[in-house]
Each structure stands twice: as C-alpha cells, then as structure tokens.
C-alpha cells in the first residue's frame, strides 16, 4: 500500500476531512489530495505529525510493504493539549510562586509583621494564582477553538460558553453531535 493511500485510508478511518488535516499540519488542502493521489509526498515533518495524529509509526506510513490495521482507534488529537510543555511550565511556575509567596504571608502573620506588608505579600500571592488561572484558561479556550475549527463548527458561541467548566464539559459533551449536524 502507497503512502498516499495510507493517509487516505486512515484520514477516512478517523472521520477527517482534507481541510482538517491541512489545518492540522499546516498546510493546504490541495496538499492533502496531492498526497492521497501520489502526485506528491510529504515532508519530513509533515510525515512526523501525520504520524502523531494518526497514532502510527512514521516507519508504518512510508513502509509499502505494509499494511495498515482496519481496527485504528479514532485517536484524541488533543489528549496531551493541557500537558505540552510550553503550557505545563508557566503554569507550575505561577503556582509555585503563589504557594512560595502565601506561605510567606503566613509565616509574617504569624511573627506579627505589619498588617499592610502581610496584605500587600498577600495580594502578590493572589496575583500570582490569577495569573496560572488565566493561562490555564486561555489554553482551554484554545483548545475548543482548534477543536471547532477541525470539526467545522462555528466557534465564536462556543468558546465564550467554554470560559466556565460547565460550559467546558457541556461542549465535551455535544461536540460530536454538532459536527454531524454541520
């Protein structure tokens, strides 16, 4: 089996579109098609991710002489969303910061500091939990618009609605009978 036609099969298999899985990567849709038809081959990086969304081995997509299982569970292209680097490290510092800072306004409370410091170091505590609080949210929010985008749904009502955590898990909930719909 050609290349092209395991990104076919397998974007078939996962219930994706060409657009979606050139929004995904990056690229335009004509590359897709390009692809699935053997008019062109990915690059490098492009056979990384294919491979990241499709849960399968870069070997397994260029290999001919494979062939892909029927049985691919459909994969959550967003399961490590929260816990990429570059969101998990801003928000562990902030929170570090915040328990360092409160545990300080404590222990100056305790030795009987003067109440406007105690508040003022207080205060810093807070900021710095807000502050983890906002880039946990941004990141939720980004989150479910990607996941609209992919699933072709209008996002705007959707991301607003998902600034709560009912909202959020309501949209977890319905996601899938909405993209049917469209």
Known sequence: ML??????????????????VAYLLGVSRQSVSKWEQGLSKPSTDNLLRLSEIFLVSVEDLIDNDVQLKKEYESPDFFKEFLFRKKVMIPIIIFLGLFIVIFLCAIVMKGYHYETNVVNFIAGLSGFFMFCAYLVFLIT???????????????????????????????YLLIRDNISQVN
């Open 140 to 170: 939720i929010l980004k989150y479910v618009y990607t996941d609209c985008k992919i699933r072709h749904i209008q996002p705007v009502g959707y991301v607003l609605f998902s600034i709560t955590v009912i909202g959020f898990v309501f």
């Open 3 to 20: 290349i092209g036609e395991k990104i076919r099969e397998l974007r078939v298999q996962n219930q994706l579109s060409q657009e979606s």
